[in-house]
């Protein structure tokens, strides 16, 4: 069975500084890997997504994620954040044969700070 | 991108009634439906997955004479909450995938901004 933990519930950082979302996920099989944002009030936005080659990956909004097989990592990163990305952000994963099914983390809450 | 709508985007219900929520694809053919259940501080959790024309399949541990899905067009999903209770309370989210109007075909969940029920 496949899931996906999300260490912090919260992070809070200042403007500018340098974010990483933590993500270890856990799959018997390759799999494919999801960062997701909502914004309040909002739907869910695909930020990036890994599914094979390149391990660095990178996605909207100046987001980058590094997919790490030995430690079983799919980190979130950003250099410098700005305001607008306060919001809560999911890792996901799902099968590779069977990319219909996402489990989500818990999510975790970015509180930028002025 | 895809957009995807929902409505109501929230509804307040007493308990027994059943309440219905619509999922759209707004400029896209969502071959494929999906409903997702979010409790406060949890994970989204895959509840059913509806093709266009075909009955929803459901996820283990969901009812489905309770949560009934409909998938009549390839643009519109229903879910609808039979006699809800409050431990139906939650926030209910559906992503739709399928084939852009410009062709081709996107492999991409669009998710919808979600439904909060309330049963009091």
């Known amino acids: 069975a496949q899931s996906v933990t999300q260490l912090g519930s919260h992070v809070s950082v200042s403007e500018g500084a340098l974010v990483l979302l933590r993500c270890n996920y856990s799959?018997?099989?390759?799999?494919?890997l999801f960062w997701y944002v909502q914004y309040p009030n909002q739907g869910l936005q695909l930020l990036l997504k890994?599914?094979?080659?390149?391990?660095l990956v990178k996605g909207i909004n100046g987001f980058e994620a590094e997919f790490n097989k030995s430690q079983t990592s799919f980190h979130l990163r950003k250099p410098s954040v700005h305001i607008s990305d306060t919001a809560e952000y999911f890792c996901?994963?799902?099968?590779?044969?069977?990319?219909?099914?996402?489990?989500f983390g818990k999510g975790t809450r970015l509180h930028i700070l002025p | 991108g895809a957009v995807v709508s929902q409505h109501p985007s929230w509804v307040i219900c007493k308990s027994g009634t059943s309440v219905k929520i619509e999922c759209r694809s707004l400029?896209?053919?969502?071959?494929?439906m999906f409903w997702y259940r979010q409790f406060p501080k949890q994970s989204l959790m895959l509840m059913a997955t509806?093709?266009?024309?075909?009955?929803?399949?459901?996820e283990q541990g969901v009812e489905k004479d309770k949560f009934l899905i409909n998938h009549a067009s390839l643009t519109l999903s229903t879910l609808t909450v039979t006699s809800a209770h409050p431990e139906d309370s939650s926030f209910y989210i559906c992503?739709?995938?399928?084939?852009?109007?410009?062709?081709?075909?996107?492999?991409?969940?669009?998710f919808g901004p979600g439904t909060r029920l309330l049963v009091l």
């Open positions: 992503s739709a995938r399928g084939a852009p109007l410009t062709g081709g075909y996107q492999e991409t969940q669009y």
């Open positions: 799959s018997s099989v390759p799999p494919y």
């Open positions: 890994y599914t094979t080659g390149a391990t």
């Open positions: 996901a994963v799902s099968d590779l044969n069977r990319d219909d099914k996402i489990i």
């Open positions: 400029d896209f053919q969502a071959t494929t």
């Open positions: 509806s093709n266009e024309g075909s009955k929803a399949t459901y």
